[in-house]
C-alpha cells in the first residue's frame, strides 16, 4: 500500500531535549515535505527536499534541520525544542514537486513543556 | 495580506444542501490543490488543477487563472463530508503555501 509514514505519532518532551520525527514513503517520490499546523495560521511549510542531498527552507525554518540521504526517509530535526514548536506536523510526498498531488502522513502531535 | 485566502472561514449546511467554498490567491501559480482534513486530523488530496474544472463524485473543482480564483463545490452534501477543506498553491520555487481552511459541519 502506497503510504507515507510518520513517527512517532504522538510525543511529549521537555525543552531543549533533542528529538526527530521519521517520515518514510514508498512510492519512489522526489519530493518531500515538513509542515507545521496551527489554530489560526493554518499549514505553513518548514523545509523541503526535491530529490537525495537537496533540501531547501519553507516560510517558517527556524528552529529545525533536515536531512535527505536516502530517497524514502526525511527526518525532522528539533536540537533544541521550545514551547513554541509545540504544534501538529505533517510529513507529505509527491512524484516531482509542489505542483503534483500530495500524499500526507498522519501527523504527530509534538507537546514540547 | 496572505498568498491564499479562503472563504467562508466557518460553514454550516444541512443534508442534501449545494456546498460553495472559495479560494483566492495573489501569486502567479502553475497549479492549485484542495484538500480535506477530516476531525481525525488526516490530510488527503482531493483535487490538482491548473484549468477548468474537475469532478470527482459529487465534488467540482474549478478554477479561473486569470481571476486568481478557485471554486470547490459539494453537491448533494451529507454529514460525512464535514471536514476541514484546504486550498493550496505552489508561489514559487518547489514551495507549497496554503489557505486557513473552511470548516464545514453538514447537519443531518
Not at chain 1, 533533542?18 to 518514510?24: E, G, N
Not at chain 1, 514508498?26 to 519530493?31: D, I, P, T
Not at chain 2, 459529487?58 to 484546504?86: C, F, G, M, W
Request: hydrophobic share 30%; proline share 6%; net charge positive.
Amino acid at each position: 500500500e502506497a503510504q507515507v509514514t510518520q513517527n512517532p505519532r504522538y510525543l511529549i518532551t521537555v525543552t531543549g531535549k533533542k528529538l526527530t520525527v521519521t517520515c518514510s514513503q514508498n512510492m519512489n517520490h522526489e519530493y518531500m515535505s515538513w509542515y507545521r499546523q496551527d489554530p489560526g495560521l493554518g499549514l505553513r511549510q518548514i523545509y523541503y527536499s526535491m530529490n537525495v542531498e537537496v533540501t531547501d527552507k519553507g516560510d517558517v525554518p527556524e528552529g529545525y534541520k533536515v536531512s535527505r540521504k536516502e530517497k524514502r526517509n526525511f527526518p525532522l530535526i528539533l536540537e533544541s525544542p521550545s514551547p513554541n514548536q509545540t504544534s501538529l506536523y505533517f510529513c507529505a510526498s509527491s512524484r516531482t514537486g509542489s505542483n503534483q498531488p500530495q500524499h500526507f502522513g498522519d501527523g504527530t502531535r509534538l507537546s514540547i513543556l | 495580506k496572505n498568498e491564499v485566502e479562503q472563504s467562508p472561514q466557518n460553514l454550516t449546511a444541512q443534508e442534501g444542501e449545494f456546498i460553495t467554498i472559495n479560494c483566492s490567491y495573489s501569486v502567479g501559480i502553475s497549479a492549485l490543490h484542495w484538500l480535506q482534513q477530516h476531525p481525525g486530523g488526516g490530510i488527503v488530496s482531493l483535487f490538482m488543477l491548473s484549468s477548468g474544472k474537475k469532478k470527482h463524485g459529487r465534488l467540482i473543482a474549478t478554477i479561473n487563472i486569470q481571476e486568481k480564483h478557485s471554486s470547490l463545490h459539494i453537491t448533494a452534501s451529507h454529514p460525512r463530508d464535514s471536514a476541514v477543506y484546504i486550498c493550496a498553491v505552489p508561489p514559487g520555487g518547489s514551495r507549497l503555501t496554503f489557505g486557513e481552511g473552511t470548516q464545514l459541519t453538514v447537519n443531518p
